[in-house]
T-cell receptor, first 112, second 116 residues
């Protein structure tokens, strides 16, 4: 157990819908990263937050957004969902940008 | 950005044999190279990492080597066991203080199967 928690574990929804994925980092970690894992693209970085502020953006679609709250948990919002958004979404956390990233168990999103 | 290539994509070994997975990276500024193990239905688990000021690091049956000149690094697992069966990912990133980076660039993964 890495200490990073993610909810929900599974999510099944329809095209055009909006969902929110939640992540709680390890105690003491200030940085949160979101990654998408699919068969086509592998593990891809989406976005990073550090102590509530956005620090870096990867190949994140405009339909996707995220935020990190004062208690350091983070949410990834996916809207206008398409079939191709079906994937595993992982959250990782680290003490800061210099240290190891620890991954949560992921949320499996299925868009029908 | 960084590009990480990983080989082989699948690897089958007999229990007790050694396994080697190789990765190359493109950005000479990368200075941190972690390896992750992902079992079915779970998130990637950090198993070992190496920084660019070190050439080799060992942790029991696992070792990682880094060749900065050639821009490649490798994972070595000795005395493999069936529970080592999983997908292994290499990654690379920069971790210099003041940089906005720290995002991991991953290889495509190696499915390791250890036969009893």
């Amino acid at each position: 157990d890495s200490g990073v928690t993610q909810t929900p574990k599974h999510l099944i929804t329809a095209t055009g819908q909006r969902v929110t994925l939640r992540c709680s980092p390890r105690s003491g970690d200030l940085s949160v990263y979101w990654y998408q894992q699919s068969l086509d693209q592998g593990l891809q970085f989406l976005i990073q937050y550090y102590n509530g502020e956005e620090r870096a953006k990867g190949n994140i679609l405009e339909r996707f957004s995220a935020q990190q709250f004062p208690d350091l948990h983070s949410e990834l919002n996916l809207s206008s969902l398409e079939l191709g958004d079906s994937a595993l979404y992982f959250c990782a956390s680290s003490v800061d940008v210099l240290n190891e990233q620890f991954f949560g168990p992921g949320t499996r999103l299925t868009v029908l | 950005g960084e590009n990480v290539e990983q080989h082989p994509s699948t690897l089958s070994v007999q229990e007790g044999d050694s396994a080697v997975i190789k990765c190359t990276y493109s950005d000479s500024a990368s200075n941190y190279f972690p390896w992750y193990k992902q079992e079915l239905g779970k998130g990637p688990q950090l198993i070992i990492d190496i920084r660019s000021n070190v050439g080799e690091k060992k942790d029991q049956r696992i070792a990682v080597t880094l060749n900065k000149t050639a821009k490649h690094f490798s994972l070595h697992i000795t005395e493999t066991q069936p529970e080592d069966s999983a997908v292994y990912f290499c990654a690379a990133t920069q971790t210099d203080r003041g940089s906005t980076l720290g995002r991991l660039y991953f290889g495509r993964g190696t499915q390791l199967t250890v036969w009893p």
